[in-house]
């Protein structure tokens, strides 16, 4: 089955911002997205699953369904003709071979040999593409979310404060004096400490915080549905943790800064300036203290 040129769809990646939101998306699994394609029966909850995802994505659904297949990002409209399209090609195939194709071949042949969106398609473990994905948003060291990962979460809490006006809170921290120790005890002690230090604050976070290694000794907690009274008080309480703490032997402290959204904090960028300022507020007012964004 050739389609003709005019009757192939446009096929265009997404942009980087819709990149962005289906790499930090959980996606659907492979498996799940097969039974939707009729490879086996959906179960009663596998299918109030897809209806909620299908619900709370929106236009966006289709991308999803696509990424889980190809993990390539296409537009909506786009994605949703493919969908159809590669669909129809399974059905067919099917019927031809008087056995089942499965969704991921039927669009592998589709992509690759009938619209040659996918021109060097390799056979890829889903588990590892899982771990491709975890490696690609986490620090290495620390095991926490990375620097641009932090502001994509931001971004969504923001979007969230904007439109259901639930409040978000960023906590930055800083290790006291840490170039002190790479001086003095090299630099994998340094890093040992890092990692020690990642481990406390993911203990000392609630379930809801989002955790992440923001570069070099600093690192941010975000808050959700958190004010900024209620964020020093959780500050405060790794602030002391952290004093009470031995790390390879060696005492430490931080500093931390504390700000929350708000009528004019509406942007990542602002709350981590606010945030930022109020940390060197506690710096220059001595250290091993917490500053909050008034």
């Known amino acids: 089955m050739n389609l003709p040129a005019d009757t192939k769809p446009q096929l265009h990646p997404s942009s980087e911002d819709e990149l962005d939101e289906l790499l930090f998306y959980t996606p659907l699994s492979l498996d799940l997205v097969s ?13 109030a699953t897809l ?48 056995r089942n194709i499965r969704i991921a071949v ?37 095991g926490l979310f990375n620097h641009s990962c932090c502001f994509q979460k931001l971004d969504v809490e923001l979007q969230r404060f904007i439109r259901y006006n639930t409040t978000v809170s960023l906590m930055m921290i800083d290790i006291d004096n840490f170039k002190n120790i790479n001086d003095t005890f090299g630099h994998q002690t340094g890093d040992d400490v890092l990692g020690e230090f990642g481990r406390i604050v993911r203990e000392e976070a609630r379930e ?6 923001y570069g070099g000794e600093e690192f941010t907690v975000i808050m959700p549905l958190t004010d900024a009274a209620s964020a020093a008080v959780l500050a405060e309480r790794l602030r002391a943790r952290i004093a009470q703490s031995v790390f390879d032997g060696k005492t430490i402290t931080v500093s931390i800064g504390v700000a ?8 990542s960028q602002e709350l981590v300036r606010r945030a930022d300022a109020a940390l060197y507020e506690a710096k220059n007012g001595g250290r091993n203290r917490i500053g909050i964004d008034k």
Not at 69 to 79: C, E, G, L
Not at 113 to 118: G, H, M, V
């Open 35 to 47: 039974a939707l394609a009729g490879d086996r029966p959906l179960s009663e909850s596998e299918n």
């Open 51 to 98: 209806e909620s995802v299908q619900k709370t994505r929106g236009e966006k659904y289709y991308s999803d369904l696509l990424y889980t297949i190809t993990h390539r990002f296409f537009s909506p409209p786009a994605a949703r003709e493919m969908w159809n399209n590669v669909l129809r090609h399974k059905y067919e195939m099917s019927s031809i071979l008087k």
């Open 106 to 142: 039927a669009s592998l042949d589709y992509l690759s040999n009938l619209t040659a969106e996918l021109q060097s398609p390799t056979l890829t473990d889903e588990a590892f593409i899982a771990d491709l994905v975890r490696l690609s948003v986490h620090d290495g060291l620390t």
């Open 208 to 213: 809801s915080d989002i955790c992440c290694r």
């Open 260 to 267: 929350a959204s708000g009528e004019n904090v509406r942007t």
